[in-house]
């Protein structure tokens, strides 16, 4: 059930060599590969580079149309996750020239990147004068002993190309089954940071699907690891990513309705996450006894009837998530009668207080650190209804960032108060004034 996402990589990768032969070349590979004594330092992923949304996987190749990858632009994603290290460079020349038509973005998957320093070097070289490409693929879900090589192989791609993302995703906590009784945040998470150094990573990445059969709703686990994440972050100053789940399967994980998606969407941004990546877009093959659900398009690319509300949540996170980009999340607050554990509720003088206790919400306290101004975030976390919430404001002003045409507009004040509607999952971004 943890291993949803690995198991559809099984399908779509089963051309590749066969996991001994891949670690027979890949430990003779490191026989090649020198370790430099320091590591180069990587620019950072600037606040000037675009807010991306991206979907896990590319379309099969032979789906690779203006038909299909417009329908991707136009549910307002601009970052492919390739794993089809399979194909063929020529395949993977094609993806990415009809990306660059649609403006996407794209990770180039490749399996040379398990081999020696002169493969990942000639990768590269293959690849690299694309206007979309943008990183390289190494390693989804490592376990613990599969730190060290992933963290070697992202040095050498930054070596080779040093504006690229290099990109390792890694576990939830919850995938004990992996993973073992470990600490996650110390011996996985911040070993990952360390082993690459927090100056080289790009984005802090992991998986974290909520959504269980039964309408059961993962959710310490879920808040928990996305605490981690966001800590982690701030404490190596370095971008964070999430896995959103938009897929359903049989091994126990039901598919997500909009409300759900939209909860995904606005969770993930009020905990900090800088680049949301949709687990899955295109509705998979599966294979064996799994089964998968119809996702946002289905086994042909027609879009099923999550798209156009898929679209709209997107749309709405391209208009804040610039502002999000230049921000940290430094305090996150959960109140109402459904608290997680280990999370915290907002102190009395906090600027912007729900005059609803009962109500379950998520408040986040953004902070830009070049020029201190404050922005909150408000996510209502009920799957099922629309919350009419007022708010006391301990400002003298307050705007709303709007996910419209993203501007800010102020709000009109009444006794330092205000009131205003949520969907079910929605958030809402205020500037304190």
């Known amino acids: 059930m943890l291993n949803n996402k690995s198991l559809y990589k099984v399908v779509l ?53 203006d038909v299909h990858y417009k329908a991707i632009a136009d549910a307002n994603i601009n970052l492919i996750q390739d794993i089809s290290a399979h194909y063929t460079v020529a395949d993977k020349r094609t993806m990415l020239t009809m990306a660059a038509k649609h403006n996407i973005k794209m990770i180039v ?22 206007e979309s490409t943008i990183g390289y693929y190494i390693k989804d879900e490592p376990v613990v002993n599969e730190l060290q090589d992933a963290a070697f192989r992202y040095k050498r791609v930054l070596e080779a190309s040093p504006a690229s993302i290099p990109h390792v995703n890694l576990f939830p906590s919850y995938a004990t089954g992996a993973l073992g009784s470990i600490n996650y945040e110390k011996e996985y998470v911040e070993k990952l940071i360390n082993l690459i150094g927090a100056n ?29 994440i966001r800590r982690m972050g701030l404490k190596y100053k370095v971008k964070t990513s999430a896995y959103l789940q938009s897929i359903g399967t049989s091994i126990g994980i039901r598919r997500p309705n909009a409300n ?57 996170m391209m208009q804040i998530g610039p502002e999000l980009l230049k921000m940290d999340a430094i305090n996150v607050y ?67 960032l709007s996910k419209q045409d993203g501007r800010l507009r102020d709000i009109q004040l009444s006794n330092s108060s205000f009131q205003t509607d949520f969907l079910p999952g929605e958030g809402k971004l205020f500037k304190l004034n």
């Open 334 to 400: 959960h109140v109402g009668t459904n608290v997680p554990r280990n999370t915290v509720k907002y102190p009395e003088s906090f600027p912007l207080i729900c005059k609803q206790p009962d109500k379950n919400i998520l408040v986040t306290e953004f902070v830009n650190a070049k020029d201190k101004t404050t922005y909150i975030m408000v996510v209502n976390k009920s799957l099922h209804h629309t919350e009419s919430l007022s708010f006391q404001v301990k400002a003298s002003g307050l705007s709303e």
């Open 260 to 316: 759900e998606l939209r909860y995904s969407a606005y969770t993930n941004l009020a905990y900090g996450i800088k680049l949301p990546v949709w687990f899955t877009y295109w509705t998979p093959a599966g294979g064996g006894t799994e089964k998968f659900t119809s996702a946002i398009v289905d086994l042909q690319g027609n879009k099923t009837d999550l798209y156009p509300s898929f679209a709209q949540i997107n749309k709405e």
């Open 200 to 228: 080289n990573l790009k984005y802090l990445s992991f998986d974290n699907y909520p959504f269980l059969e039964n309408d059961v709703l993962r959710e310490d686990p879920y808040y928990h690891d996305l605490d981690v």
């Open 109 to 130: 998957a490749d399996n040379r990147m398990n081999l020696a320093e002169k493969d990942i070097q000639a990768l590269i070289a293959d690849y690299r004068d694309f």
């Open 13 to 65: 990768l089963q051309l590749l060599c066969i996991s001994a032969f891949i670690c027979n070349v890949s430990c003779n590979a490191k026989d090649k590969i020198t370790e430099p004594e320091s590591t180069k330092k990587t620019p950072v992923v600037t606040d000037n580079d675009p807010f991306l949304i991206g979907i896990y996987v590319a379309p099969p190749k032979e789906f690779t149309t």
